[in-house]
């Protein structure tokens, strides 16, 4: 079959899909997208009726200019903003040895199969075009497990910051968009209890005080005390997941409304839940985990006192690690991810002075078993680790930003090379190149014959800290004028000690912390 | 219909599809691919029989482990050298003024409809899962022609760097990736004639001093000057595509190769292929627009006299800037995009003392009317542009470092803390702690009790370049050891004074040279 015959047989599916929904009655905007797709059919054909006129064709091709729904461009100033923030992140990362690794954008779908539960119906899959059947990575640690799997790695300590893909309905959850960044710390290997768990935090803890997100508190709680305190309570095997995904949502809704769901729908018995209410409600430091150790129910359950005792021992080295006073024993915190194994986190950012919570900005824990589901002999690579959430944190720093009234530069630029007058524009690309050569940030005017009015406008609006000011009297006798954007001071410089003169001006600027950042 | 019938009807339908494969003898690679698919839906029904026991499930589901067809995995040393890389281009882009931005991966396919000529086939479609139809970006230059349009922007200057996607066949054009880094530069905005174009041209060069990939030489060219010679040698006007693109292949094929496709396959009389001969095989400095512009054909023709004068135009800028030495007017410079309006550029880089071309590296131009296809009014934003060749560039640099036989270090992690002893774990976390705080980069075992040689072993594995050892009679006196891994060295320190001396420690290295970079 023909492109053409290929696409003719594909319009007329289309236009028996539209006419079905109209009959059907569907909504409009359903509707809408399916004629959406006949007419770029249509176009396509034409197209291909009269290919060496494409472009005349594009030229009249007009249609709503976005982005996907979901997603969105970064201006200057944006991606000012979060390459800071990530520079400062990977910092952190470094501080603490990792190294980086990456992965293709998209994973064979069965890789990604199993792993979400639930949400696995928000993976964006790619077209068969004939060859692998695709889906785009709906995170970061998946890909990783897969990775150590395939390499056959035991150890490691790596970060990874990439972007990652869930088909969420962004009504559902405002903000969050489709196209979002991760921004993983994970480390693989078989070590002994809590030391590389208590890395974590530290590590979450020192990228949110470098990033000055305060104040926050971490909280933690263990998979094994989930389920300990599940067994004692009396809830069914069968339904551990469901009850836990339940206390998972008390961050978001009241007890009220998660015992309601937890009856109600998961057909828990009240007097079970009643029990679990007791539980989820507590939170502290270590005398908590002493408390429950000698608790009626808990203390007669193995998987509960395992999970204590882990709370325990991670709690000692936070202390050693000195962020005991931002770390938290937290019964309610519940993780919905099917992989994790061990320990669980989540840091949250409290509003400034009360305790209302601004929501998580980081969380991870322990998957003891991602990489062996992996692995053709089951073998296990125990791995630890935490998502930063970038996204949140770049748009509470934005937040800040815009109530301090501050922009951000989206340049470095040092200097800006000006001319006075006309037909200087052979001079102004001299001098440039020996500024560039000295290893300045210079930039100029694209016109042959500029303003001096609006170059000087031009620094002042971009915050270059200096201007350099050419005319042809300054040629004549080897000067330049080196004016000071900010305070409008200008000096006669030398050609021969302009670079020298502008490292030292520069400096003191630095100095002074007057450049504007 | 439920997901079970809807995967049960596509089983169904897939293993028609595949029956029928078989009966028509199609490859077995073809055969394998849809029978890998059935597979899979089969696996997925088991999924929707036994949705609680999906983990199980997954354990006992095993799969080939690989990257999808055309990608891969970037390991630790791959991506330190590759940061290292793109850490240097952004410099030089930085120090020209530039921004960056950012877009999403995937645009309404229509975006990209249109723009890429008889590539338009190897780009990648999303599933339509209900909504937009999307595709994967194939450039970085439509999505930026898109923002500027959709933000009525005319002025700017940006960089962006990456990933991108073309389902070339891998075993055709060896060595590409599906999965790929651009790193594009660009001015947009109208100015005067060739002084952003020289300031591209500029910038390549100093990134490809900077990376020391040299020889190199960059080759020059204009659209109207190849319009002009098609027109002034014969060419039909609709023929000028099909035969600027089979000019395009001089890099690759001997001319005799490429004047049997003009004549042969493009039904271009010998004659006027000839003519053209004579052209292409020109290259040279500015005294080439001299003799040309005099030529006695290409002087008749007003397009053919416009490219020479802003080619003339531009080498003078080249040479303001110094970097005549390493630019090349060069007509059989033909660049396949459909959207090229102006100067055109590619850097070569040239086989070590030969002049063999090792390949293209960067390339670029000037594309006035991309952005117009995107707006209402069809408003021209001008501009110009250079995509840096950067996955090229890795592997040369890459080859080059093995060649040297170095090691890249993946990590920069200062000191290694080591205990001599048993049950001192929690000093150690202690010390790592305070070392940390004083923004050393620390790393320590995970392990409770591990034992000092291994400890030993792993600086030097890592080429840590100190390391601390505490022992019980060190903890008491309040003292450390700091080992220098390289010379065995080892020192007596104060605890009062060790960041102190390990910063001084680490200066000297630094100085020296010798910190294994």
Chains 1, 2 share one sequence.
Not at 453 to 467: K, R, V
């Amino acid at each position: 079959m023909s492109t053409k015959e290929s696409l003719e047989q594909q319009i007329k599916e289309q236009g028996d899909l539209v006419r079905k929904l109209k009959a059907a009655k569907e909504t409009k905007e359903r509707i809408a997208e399916e004629v959406a797709k006949l007419l770029d059919l249509k176009k396509q054909v034409q197209n291909e009726e009269s290919p060496g006129d494409q472009n005349h064709t594009a030229v009249n091709q007009k249609f709503t200019l976005k982005t996907p729904k979901g997603t969105r461009d970064y201006s200057p100033e944006q991606m000012a903003l979060r390459m800071s923030v990530l520079s400062k992140i990977i910092a952190v990362f470094k501080k603490h040895g990792a190294e980086t690794i990456d992965t293709p954008v998209f994973e064979l779908k069965e890789v990604l199969t199993g792993k979400y539960g639930e949400d696995s119906k928000l993976i964006y899959d790619l077209k068969d075009q004939g060859g692998e059947i695709l889906s785009l990575r709906y995170d970061l640690t998946v890909p990783f497990a897969r990775y150590l799997a395939m390499n056959k790695i035991t150890n490691i300590k790596r970060y990874h910051i990439a972007k990652v893909y869930r088909r969420d309905n962004p009504s559902m959850s405002r903000g969050r968009y489709r196209e979002f960044y991760q921004c993983d710390f994970d480390i693989a290997g078989a070590y002994d209890p809590m030391i590389p768990d208590a890395e974590c935090i530290k590590i979450v803890s020192e990228i949110l005080d470098s990033l000055q997100a305060t104040p926050y508190v971490i909280k933690v709680n263990h998979r094994l005390l989930l389920d300990g305190m599940f067994e004692a309570c009396g809830v069914p095997k069968t339904s551990f997941r469901n009850i836990c995904s339940a206390v998972d949502k008390l961050d978001k809704l009241s007890w009220e409304e998660v015992r309601k769901e937890m009856v109600e729908e998961k057909g828990l018995s009240e007097d079970i839940a009643d029990k679990i209410g007791e539980y989820v409600k507590l939170n502290g430091k270590s005398e908590l985990t002493d408390k429950l150790l000698i608790d009626e129910r808990l203390s007669k359950n193995k998987s509960a006192i395992a999970g204590l005792e882990a709370i325990k021992l991670l709690l000692k080295y936070c202390d050693l690690f000195d962020i005991s006073s931002n770390v938290s024993f937290d019964l309610s915190l519940a993780r919905g991810l099917d992989y994790y194994t061990g320990i669980i986190y989540e840091a949250v950012l409290l509003g400034e002075g009360e305790e209302v919570s601004v929501g998580s900005v980081a969380g991870g824990g322990r998957y003891d078993n991602l990489v062996a589901m992996f692995d053709v002999k089951n073998k296990q690579v125990p791995c630890v680790g935490v998502s930063i959430g970038v996204e949140r944190l770049f748009a509470v720093l934005e937040q800040k930003l815009q109530a301090a009234n501050r922009k951000v530069r989206t340049t470095e630029v040092d200097v800006y090379v000006c001319t006075a007058q006309k037909n200087l524009v052979e001079e102004r690309l001299k001098l440039c190149n020996e500024l560039w050569q000295d290893d300045f940030k210079v930039e100029f005017s694209y016109k042959k014959n500029p303003k001096l009015l609006a170059q000087l406008q031009y620094c002042e609006d971009n915050s270059i800290p200096f201007a350099i000011i050419l005319g042809e009297s300054e040629i004549k006798s080897g000067v330049v004028k080196l004016r000071n954007v900010i305070t409008r001071e200008e000096f006669e410089v030398k050609r021969g000690s302009l670079s020298d003169e502008l490292r030292r001006k520069l400096g003191e600027l630095n100095l002074n912390g007057t450049v504007p950042a």
